[in-house]
């Protein structure tokens, strides 16, 4: 005896499980279709060489004045001036369009490093008028050559001395600056001095206590050849906290650029 089909349900159309098991199923369906499917097809090109002998390849990286095409399943490295005018300069463009990215990792190390000592005795009192700046060294930790990069820092100093005389307010003095980073190795080290500041320091004799100006921390920034930050480090955390890039300069300072002073092997 055929059975009825359930109220609701029209004659004729067959009889699924549960709703959530169908959908269920169905979204398994297709999402095999998606993974089974094969990928898109590489872009081909034809390519001339400066001899005219032509080949089907497929641009798989470049960088520079070399290109990695993949033709036949295997991959090749060549020079980007032994094509053609027309292909050399869609292998440029393609380059531009398709830059590689870089892992960086830096080390960045931060020292204070005194420039010059300058004591004075006038009797009653003591005072110095040392020059310091920070000795900032990155080493590089990326796993390849890095070139076109750029190092931007902020360096603060507590101000509480006037030359021999103790301020009667606490003033902050920054100074920025930026520098290019030479070529670097892997492992391999440049260094720069920041700008320099003059730390005053005195003491009257009558008392043991000493009134003197301090380095207050350091912030640094790299930029890769875009502009985008791939590193951003500070030293002197607690003291700096509310110091950043965004806020307007407190104080005085100047903006000269800061000189590389060696590249240093690793």
Not at 103 to 126: A, M, S, T
């Amino acid at each position: 005896m055929e059975k009825s089909p359930p109220a609701g349900r029209p004659p004729g159309l067959p009889e699924f499980p549960s709703c959530s098991l169908f959908l269920r199923g169905l979204f398994l369906g297709v999402l095999f279709l998606l993974l089974a499917a094969p990928p898109a097809p590489a872009e081909l090109r034809k390519f001339t060489n400066t001899s005219g002998k032509e080949i089907i390849a497929e641009v798989v990286s470049g960088k520079g004045d070399l290109v990695q095409l993949r033709m036949d399943g295997r991959t090749i490295k060549t020079r980007i001036d032994a094509f053609s005018a027309a292909d050399q300069e869609y292998l440029r463009k393609w380059i531009k369009d398709n830059p590689p990215k870089i892992d960086y990792h830096f080390d960045i190390d931060i020292d204070k490093k005194k420039l010059e000592r300058n004591l004075q005795d006038v009797g009653y009192k003591k005072y110095k008028n040392d020059v310091y700046a920070y000795r900032v060294t990155i080493t590089n930790r990326t796993r390849e050559t890095v070139s076109g990069l750029k190092a931007k820092y902020r360096a603060f100093k507590e101000d509480r001395v006037d030359g021999q005389y103790i301020r009667s307010n606490l003033e902050i003095e920054m100074k920025e600056g930026a520098v290019e980073i030479p070529e670097l190795k892997y492992n391999h080290s440049a260094s720069f001095d920041t700008e320099s500041f003059v730390l005053d320091e005195v003491r009257y004799d009558y008392t043991t206590r000493t009134t003197k100006d301090n380095l207050q921390g350091l912030l640094i920034r790299i930029l890769d050849g875009e502009g985008n930050i791939v590193a951003d480090v500070r030293e002197g955390e607690s003291s700096i906290k509310n110091r950043s890039w965004d806020q307007k300069k407190p104080g005085q300072g100047g903006s000269k650029k800061a000189v590389i002073v060696s590249p240093l092997g690793g």
